[in-house]
C-alpha cells in the first residue's frame, strides 16, 4: 500500500492554536500585512466557549501579581480599538461594552476583604469608588438588602468570546481569500498540529521553519507562534531545556435566560465576595447573564455538580431573584494556569544565548486570555517586525527555564 505525503503550503505566518489568543495574534498579524495560517482541530471550543468576557484589570486585581497589572492595563487600553476595528472590518457585533462593574460583599468578613482590596486598588492608582449600600439599591434593585458593601469601577468592561472569535474567524478568511488569495480551508487549518519543524531536524534549537500536521502536511512559515494554551507543553520538539509549566485550572461556568418580568437583573457586571468565595454575574443584551466560575485544580473535565451548586447558591445571596431564571447552559473547561499566573509571552533564548528564530510563544493567560489578547497581539507582532518592549521581558516563556535564561533577564 502507499502512503502519500501532502504538499507542504507555505505561509508568512502559522499560529498554532484557535482560542482567543491564537486568533488576536493572526488578526493582528493579518492586519500587518502578513500572510497567516491558523491550524486547530476546533478553533474557539476551549477556554475561548466557557469565558465570561470581563475585561476587568481593576476588579482581577490580586495580591502580589502587581506586575501583570501593568500588562493587563496596557491591554485594556486597546481594547476600544481593537473591537471597534473589528466591528467596522466585518460588520459584526463583538459583544464589547463600556458595562461598569460593581464589587459586592455579602458578609463583613467579605467586606473588609473587599476593604483590603481597595486599598491595594487604590495604592496603584486605580479608581474604586465605595457606594453606600443603599446607593448601589438604587442602582441595582434586585440587589439583596443583606449586601454589605458595594464598589463602582467604571473601567472594567466586557466583551463576548464567543461573538469575537467568530468575526476574527470570518475575518481571517475573507482576506485570506480577497487580498492574499488563499482558500478559507488553508486560512483556518482544522487539523491538529502535532511537532515543530526545524531547519536542522536534529537540532531542536536550531530554526524553526514551521509545523507538521496530524495528517502528515507540513505547513513551512517564517514564524511560527504556539497559542494552544494547555497544549503547549507537550508539544513535538519544543526547544532543548525549554520548560512551559503549565496546569489545568478548571472552572464550571453558567448561563442563564432572565424572565422578562426580571429584566434588567442587574444593568452592570456583579462581582462578588460570598464568604470568601468570588462569584460573578455578567449581562448581556439578549436577556441572558452568564454566572462564574469555580477554579477547581481536581483534573475533572466535565461539570461539578458541587461547583454548579456553589454558583448558584452565592449568585443567589447577591441576587435572589437568580433563582428564578432559566438555566439555558453548563459549561466546564480548563484555564491554563503558570506559577506565577502571569503568561508565557515571547521569544526563547536558546541553550547557547540568542534566541531561537521563528519561533514565538503565546500561553498560559490562566484568567486573563480573552482581556490580554489585544497586548498579547500587539506584542507578538512587534516582535516579529523585530521591535522587543523590554517592559514585557518580565512574561519571557523561558523564565521557568534554568538553563535557559538569557543574559538580558536576570
Ligand atoms: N476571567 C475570569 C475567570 O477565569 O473566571
Redesign the pocket.
Known amino acids: 500500500m502507499s502512503c502519500t505525503v501532502p504538499d507542504p503550503l507555505s505561509t508568512d505566518i502559522a499560529v498554532i492554536g484557535g482560542g482567543i489568543i491564537g486568533l488576536g495574534i493572526a488578526l493582528e498579524a493579518q492586519r500587518a500585512d502578513h500572510r497567516v495560517t491558523l491550524i486547530d482541530p476546533d478553533p474557539a471550543t476551549g477556554?475561548t466557549y466557557a469565558?465570561?468576557g470581563?475585561l476587568?484589570p481593576v476588579s482581577?486585581l490580586h495580591y502580589q501579581e502587581e506586575d501583570l497589572l501593568s500588562l493587563t492595563l496596557a491591554s485594556a487600553a486597546r481594547w476600544p480599538a481593537f473591537a471597534g476595528n473589528l466591528a467596522a472590518e466585518t460588520g459584526l457585533d463583538t459583544g464589547f461594552r463600556t458595562t461598569p462593574t460593581l464589587a459586592l460583599g455579602a458578609d463583613a468578613a467579605d467586606r473588609a476583604a473587599l476593604g483590603d482590596l481597595r486599598e491595594a486598588q487604590t495604592r496603584q492608582g486605580l479608581q474604586v469608588t465605595r457606594l453606600t449600600t443603599r446607593e448601589a439599591r438604587v442602582r441595582e434593585p434586585l440587589l439583596s438588602p443583606r449586601i454589605t458593601a458595594a464598589h463602582l469601577i467604571e473601567q472594567d468592561h466586557q466583551v463576548d468570546p464567543r461573538a469575537l472569535a467568530n468575526a476574527i474567524m470570518t475575518r481571517l478568511a475573507a482576506v485570506g481569500a480577497e487580498r492574499d488569495g488563499v482558500k478559507p480551508e488553508q486560512t483556518l487549518v482544522r487539523t491538529r498540529a502535532t511537532t515543530l519543524l526545524h531547519e536542522d531536524p536534529a537540532d531542536s534549537r536550531s530554526r524553526v521553519t514551521g509545523v507538521l500536521l496530524a495528517d502528515g502536511t507540513q505547513i513551512h512559515a517564517r514564524e511560527t507562534i504556539l497559542a494552544n494554551g494547555l497544549g503547549a507543553a507537550g508539544f513535538g520538539s519544543l526547544p532543548d531545556s525549554l520548560v512551559l509549566p503549565l496546569r489545568p485550572v478548571h472552572?464550571d461556568?453558567l448561563r442563564l435566560r432572565v424572565p422578562e418580568h426580571l429584566r434588567p437583573l442587574t444593568t452592570v457586571t456583579l462581582r462578588g465576595m460570598v464568604r470568601g468565595l468570588p462569584v460573578?454575574v455578567v449581562p448581556r443584551e439578549d436577556h441572558t447573564v452568564v454566572i462564574?466560575?469555580t477554579?477547581r485544580e481536581d483534573g475533572n473535565p466535565g461539570v461539578s455538580a458541587g461547583g454548579v451548586h456553589q454558583l448558584l447558591r452565592d449568585a443567589q445571596v447577591l441576587l435572589p431573584a437568580v433563582a428564578e431564571l432559566e438555566l439555558i447552559e453548563t459549561t466546564a473547561r480548563a484555564?491554563p494556569g503558570t506559577p506565577d499566573n502571569a503568561p508565557l509571552l515571547g521569544r526563547v533564548a536558546s541553550a547557547d544565548g540568542p534566541d531561537v528564530p521563528g519561533l514565538l510563544i503565546a500561553t498560559g493567560f490562566?484568567?486573563?486570555?480573552?482581556?490580554l489578547t489585544p497586548i498579547a497581539a500587539h506584542v507578538i507582532v512587534e516582535l516579529i517586525a523585530g521591535r522587543r518592549d523590554p517592559a514585557w521581558d518580565r512574561f519571557r516563556p523561558d523564565r521557568f527555564s534554568p538553563a535557559l535564561q538569557p543574559k538580558e533577564y536576570a
Open positions: 477556554a469565558a465570561a470581563m476587568a482581577e472552572g461556568i460573578y462564574g466560575a477554579a484555564r490562566f484568567r486573563h486570555g480573552v482581556l
